[in-house]
């Protein structure tokens, strides 16, 4: 087991473990308390009180951060003709038909992203097996399958998050980088939590989240007090 480090172990010391705190003074000490050197960023995790056993329980979308994410997203597009070219005028890094079809089936996948129209979508369905279990099968609740390829790919390179629960049942993402302003991140991290708690299924009753944490890269979790999210 990986010995913890003497700055993270001071760090852990001036944390009030019993206390749930306000978001603006959690994101505040995780700015003050950052002790790496390169450019961490501001992740998130949602607790949630669903049945992950029940399909219909599970929760998955996606939401545009209003001061993105901070990271360079690749995104892939297999379109044709005018899709094609308003893909490349929209800056997607990879724009290709058949033959980017091919390139993926033989275990291409440097892009963080894919996005297709659903006249194309009896050729990429090949691909489920390669893409799926890596998270970039395109779908439709993703806004990942879509006839306004413009639109998708403007949002997935403007700071578009994906979410989905694991199979404990909680949803882990990054919301933005440490260095972003204070009031930067908490508008992310609202506009985040907003997304979530909108997307509640019908069949979950009385409370939907358990618990909320954000955390650094390298720091550690601080919950928070869900009442100054909305």
Do not use: C, W
Not at 143 to 151: A, H, M, Q, R
């Amino acid at each position: 087991m990986k010995k913890m480090s003497k700055k993270r172990k001071e760090i852990i010391s001036k944390i009030e473990l019993v206390k749930k705190y306000e978001p603006i003074e959690a994101i505040q000490f995780l700015k003050n308390n950052t002790y790496v050197k390169f450019d961490e960023s501001l992740d998130i995790s949602i607790n949630l009180s669903i049945d992950v056993s029940k399909s219909d329980q599970n929760i998955r979308g996606v939401v545009n951060l209003p001061n993105g994410t901070g990271k360079t997203i690749k995104v892939a597009v297999i379109a044709k003709e005018e899709n094609a070219s308003l893909a490349k005028e929209k800056g997607a890094d990879l724009v290709g038909d058949n033959e980017l079809i091919e390139k993926i089936e033989k275990g291409y996948t440097d892009f963080d992203i894919l996005i297709t129209s659903p006249d194309m979508m009896k050729l990429v369905s090949k691909l489920g097996k390669s893409l799926g279990p890596k998270g970039l099968m395109p779908n439709p609740k993703l806004g990942t399958v879509t006839n306004d390829i413009g639109k998708a790919v403007l949002n997935a390179k403007s700071g578009q998050v994906q979410y989905k629960n694991d199979k404990s049942g909680i949803v882990h993402a990054g919301i933005g980088k440490i260095k972003f302003k204070e009031e930067e991140l908490l508008e992310n991290l609202k506009t985040f939590y907003e997304a979530i708690i909108k997307s509640k299924p019908d069949t979950v009753k009385g409370s939907f989240v358990k618990k909320v944490s954000i955390a650094s890269t390298m720091g550690v979790g601080i919950e928070i007090n869900t009442s100054g999210l909305h």
